[in-house]
């Protein structure tokens, strides 16, 4: 390619940005943006199986266990997307040990112990996110398999790892009065109770199915993984939860978890892609979920799979896979994939509530090799 066309394309993208930004602005400024909330999960880093793209691991990586580089990308682009709430879905820490007690109370059990382990990742983590909260975006965390189950006892949940969760991220389930300054309106109808009780759950599913409601929408989280009762979803709990927030007027309602309820097979034939799956792995599970979600016309943001892809596995409601934080990758360099252009993205939703009614959610990304950020999709729910 001629060198003198080179500044000429970056031009052409930087001109085609601008233009996109304009329009962007003047269709705001004809039907303004009530709440506007990004959604992302999965940016813990895996030093044994890291992506082939960020190898070597720098040693704050492989330390802290995320991937720093494309996770503080992310969040500074959602940034500048003003996005007044950050809904993370789920495996921020790589976790997976028991964050229980240890033997013994000598410095070396403590330092070396699964409990410090899981407090030092979200340690890191709660720094990485600190600067969104203190700029005008609130975080609102999902809990993912990574933050209560526990790898060495079968990938099941565990009551210390949820009791963990709540320590490191109670603050933020939902502190009424931080989320009135940071967000500009107040967060209502506000439920952190014990809610898997509804489901005959065995442990406190406190501060970790939850939902509150904000403007004219109501925002439901969901653990995918309780005690119990791994890969499945609080269908009876959430089921209410909907048709209470509709009682009351919610115009809009959107469900996080980390699992999705259909997987994502981005691999090319039909062998599905090798260790992955969502609540499909049982079609009752998958099922009960999605009647709830298609009943009240409701919006799924998910993650656990480290892919980018949004769907209508029924034809209505939408699934939004953005399990496309900085984990590394499912699909493998080189891969033949079914899309390409996203199947190795770094990739997050950011979705807009505007006043006539309109919901636009519009998909962002950049490649595995760091290139500009892109929009790679949009879609316009209806009303």
């Known amino acids: 390619m001629p060198k003198i066309l080179l500044p000429l394309l970056a031009l052409c993208a930087l001109l085609s940005t601008n233009l996109a930004a304009q329009a962007q602005t003047a269709n705001d400024a004809s039907d303004p943006v009530l709440l506007r909330f990004s959604t992302v999960g999965d940016s813990r880093q895996d030093p044994k199986e890291a992506d082939a793209t960020m190898k070597p691991?720098?040693?704050?990586?492989?330390?802290?266990?995320?991937?720093?580089k494309a996770w503080s990308r992310i969040?500074?682009?959602?940034?500048?997307?003003?996005?007044?709430?950050?809904?993370?879905?789920?495996?921020?820490?790589?976790?997976?040990?028991?964050?229980?007690?240890?033997?013994?109370?000598?410095?070396?059990?403590?330092?070396?112990?699964?409990?410090?382990?899981?407090?030092?990742?979200?340690?890191?983590?709660?720094?990485?996110?600190?600067?969104?909260?203190?700029?005008?975006?609130?975080?609102?965390p999902v809990p993912g398999n990574h933050e209560v189950q526990s790898k060495p006892l079968g990938k099941k949940a565990q009551p210390e790892n949820e009791a963990a969760w709540r320590a490191n991220m109670g603050d933020l389930i939902v502190d009424a009065d931080r989320f009135q300054k940071i967000v500009g309106t107040e967060a209502s109808h506000i439920n952190v109770q014990n809610n898997g009780a509804l489901d005959g759950l065995s442990t406190d599913q406190s501060q970790l199915s939850y939902s509150f409601d904000a403007k004219d929408s109501h925002f439901a989280i969901i653990n995918t993984d309780p005690v119990g009762k791994d890969?499945?979803?609080p269908v009876v709990w959430l089921a209410k939860d909907m048709a209470e927030a509709r009682a009351r007027g919610a115009k809009h309602l959107f469900v996080f978890g980390h699992k999705p309820a259909f997987t994502y097979y981005y691999g090319m034939g039909d062998k599905p892609a090798p260790g992955i799956n969502g609540l499909d792995k049982s079609d009752k599970e998958r099922d009960a979920l999605w009647d709830v979600i298609e009943k009240f016309g409701a919006?799924?943001?998910?993650?656990?799979?480290?892919?980018?892809?949004?769907?209508?596995?029924?034809?209505?409601?939408?699934?939004?896979?953005?399990?496309?934080?900085?984990?590394?990758?499912?699909?493998?360099?080189?891969?033949?994939?079914?899309?390409?252009?996203?199947?190795?993205?770094?990739?997050?939703?950011?979705?807009?509530?505007?006043?006539?009614?309109?919901?636009?959610?519009?998909?962002?990304?950049?490649?595995?090799?760091?290139?500009?950020?892109?929009?790679?999709?949009?879609?316009?729910?209806?009303?």
Not at 300 to 308: P, R, V
Not at 353 to 376: E, L, N, R
């Open 231 to 233: 890969n499945s979803a």
């Open 57 to 68: 691991l720098s040693a704050q990586d492989k330390i802290w266990l995320q991937n720093t």
């Open 299 to 383: 919006t799924y943001f998910c993650g656990h799979e480290h892919e980018f892809n949004m769907s209508q596995p029924r034809g209505a409601a939408w699934q939004v896979l953005v399990g496309s934080g900085g984990s590394p990758w499912d699909a493998q360099p080189g891969e033949v994939t079914k899309n390409p252009a996203t199947d190795r993205s770094y990739a997050w939703a950011t979705v807009s509530i505007h006043q006539s009614g309109k919901v636009a959610i519009d998909a962002y990304g950049f490649s595995d090799t760091f290139g500009p950020t892109k929009m790679v999709q949009q879609v316009v729910l209806p009303r």
């Open 75 to 140: 969040m500074r682009d959602i940034e500048g997307q003003k996005s007044k709430l950050l809904f993370f879905n789920g495996d921020m820490i790589m976790g997976y040990g028991l964050a229980g007690p240890t033997p013994t109370n000598s410095v070396a059990d403590v330092v070396g112990s699964d409990l410090m382990a899981f407090y030092r990742q979200y340690g890191f983590w709660r720094g990485m996110v600190a600067p969104l909260m203190e700029t005008g975006t609130y975080v609102v």
